[in-house]
């Protein structure tokens, strides 16, 4: 049995609407980490799913006049169609209308009111329908709006249970002191751990004024809240009641990715919620930041929310996955635009990496018969491979996706760089068995092992291209299914390569402007 677990989620996406980049963005980016983690040895698990209850869902299917079923059976299957075309590698999809989710909500909320954490009472507040939340009155915005989406809040007043997360403060601050990197990146972490500082009021877990939610065990006119009900699906999915074998040998490798806006819930409110359960909280939560579009914030009123499927569609879903983590540093906020997609497909994807390997392949067809030399490749190129392969490890502990593909962009930029140092055209003119030729055989030995690594390498982000640029080396197999250290530097000889084929084809910048009937400066 594996004994190197990982365990990664997502949050779960409310299905009131249809999945846009800030959810691609997300999922791809918990895939390429667990796509690393199992080529690194570990039995990794990803989680992602749907956040079906609550009175935005409710909402919606009442202005569309269809049941709250019908439309989270509905259009949850975008999100599961969206994972299918993105290439995720999710282990599981739950969805909160599942019965073996409902059965451990209900059981966690009856242990907490057992114990007297969970106790009733009466919340008066502002709540904002669209955010689902009561909003503190110290952080109402002017006009009663909220702070988040400026929406009208709407003042409510209602029976309700509480969860009395202020007896958990010091034990969740006590946790946080011993676990530095329990929030990713540093910046969140000292945020939380002031606002914990500050104190936490008993939170409201009930509902009476809707009732598409999990009902309260005993006391069926509440439902649970939705937030309540929601961060247990990372727990419920692993088997908490159903099955404790596969819960504990996930559990304590737990890590949850996250936007900005819902660290709060994730960072002070689960893992209070956990402590009074007697649960260890996740070993990290990492927060990323929120994507504009073309410098705007997305939404549909603007009507500038991008669709993930188009963008897969009209470039590619590899170059997509690489943009959205090469863009921007994760956990910084981003900027998407087309432009810069077919900037980085023509610089980084078709020139970068594509001429390398063009390069490289014609040279082996050309000087030795498509079979690439069996010998040592260059001991400078060897030593820097190893290093890259350090950094990289380093990076992904940090979640830092862009520096991964930096850096292996870097090493691809020394494979270019060595072309042009070494120029393989003039020793090919050199006498057979001459110093220069046999430098011929190490120049392209040592340019076909950077290609090698750069498949494994890059497979986490771009599976399909992984497995192009492999068949076109000669090799054989899914490199996603391989182990990044099992595949030993310089073992990759004695094969006959594949003809170059183009991996990515330029984007005529002026053709695509013209498709996009965007008007050059003076039109
Ligand atoms: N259902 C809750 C999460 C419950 S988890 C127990 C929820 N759902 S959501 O669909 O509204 O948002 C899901 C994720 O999408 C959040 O992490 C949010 O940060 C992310 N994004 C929404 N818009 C985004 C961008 N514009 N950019 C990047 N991520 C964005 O919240």
Redesign the pocket.
């Known amino acids: 049995m594996n004994d190197k677990t990982y365990y990664l989620t997502t949050?779960?996406?409310?299905v009131n609407?249809i999945p846009?980049?800030?959810?691609a963005?997300?999922t791809i980016a918990g895939d390429v980490m667990c796509r690393y983690k199992r080529m690194k040895g570990y039995d990794a698990f990803y989680l992602t799913g749907t956040?079906e209850h609550g009175q935005k869902i409710q909402q919606t299917a009442d202005e569309k006049g269809i049941t709250p079923q019908q439309l989270v059976d509905e259009v949850h299957q975008n999100f599961r169609e969206l994972w299918g075309v993105l290439n995720i590698s999710n282990d599981d999809f739950i969805r909160t209308t599942e019965p073996r989710h409902e059965i451990v909500v209900q059981a966690m909320f009856k242990e907490l009111m057992d114990k007297g954490d969970i106790y009733k009472g009466t919340y008066h507040g502002l709540y904002c329908v669209p955010c689902e939340t009561y909003v503190p009155e110290s952080n109402v915005g002017e006009g009663n709006t909220c702070p988040d989406c400026k929406r009208p809040l709407t003042p409510m007043q209602e029976e309700s249970y509480f969860f009395k997360a202020s007896k958990y403060v010091e034990a969740l601050i006590e946790h946080y002191e011993n676990n530095l990197k329990g929030i990713i990146p540093q910046s969140r972490y000292n945020e939380i751990l002031s606002f914990l500082r500050s104190g936490v009021r008993d939170q409201s877990v009930s509902r009476t004024t809707l009732s598409w939610g999990v009902p309260i065990p005993g006391d069926e006119k509440h439902v649970v809240y939705v937030?309540f009900d929601?961060?247990i699906?990372?727990a419920s999915a692993m088997g908490y009641i159903n099955d404790r074998v596969k819960f504990e040998k996930y559990w304590k490798e737990a890590r949850h990715l996250?936007?900005?806006?819902?660290i709060r819930?994730?960072c002070v409110i689960w893992p209070l919620m956990l402590l009074a359960l007697g649960i260890t909280p996740p070993v990290a939560i990492i927060a990323?930041?929120?994507?504009?579009v073309d410098g705007e914030k997305?939404s549909k009123s603007k009507g500038n929310v991008v669709d993930p499927f188009k963008m897969a569609e009209v470039y590619g879903v590899d170059p997509f996955r690489y943009f959205l983590l090469r863009e921007v540093p994760f956990g910084n906020d981003g900027d998407f635009s087309e432009r810069a997609l077919v900037g980085r497909i023509n610089s980084d994807l078709a020139n970068d990496l594509g001429n390398l390997l063009n390069r490289t392949l014609q040279m082996i067809v050309n000087y030795f018969e498509g079979k690439v030399p069996e010998v040592k490749s260059d001991p400078e190129i060897t030593i820097l491979a190893v290093t890259v392969l350090e950094k990289i490890e380093k990076h992904y502990e940090e979640f830092a996706f862009d520096e991964v593909l930096k850096t292996i962009w870097a090493f691809l930029g020394r494979g270019n760089k060595y072309i042009d140092e070494t120029m393989p055209w003039k020793l090919a003119k050199e006498e057979p068995n001459s110093e220069g030729n046999m430098k011929l055989a190490e120049v392209l030995k040592t340019l076909y092992e950077i290609l090698r690594m750069s498949a494994l390498l890059i497979s986490p982000f771009m599976p399909d291209t992984a497995n192009r640029l492999w068949a076109q080396l000669g090799l054989a197999g899914d490199v996603s299914k391989l182990k990044i250290d099992e595949q030993k530097w310089d073992s990759g000889g004695s094969v006959a390569v594949k003809k170059a084929e183009v991996l990515f084809p330029r984007i005529d910048i002026a053709k695509w402007e013209e498709s996009r009937n965007i008007k050059k400066k003076g039109d």
Do not use: Q, R, S
């Open positions: 949050p779960i996406y409310y609407d846009h980049i800030g959810h963005y997300t956040d937030w929601a961060l699906n990372y996250v936007g900005k806006d819902i819930f994730h990323h930041g929120w994507w504009t997305m």
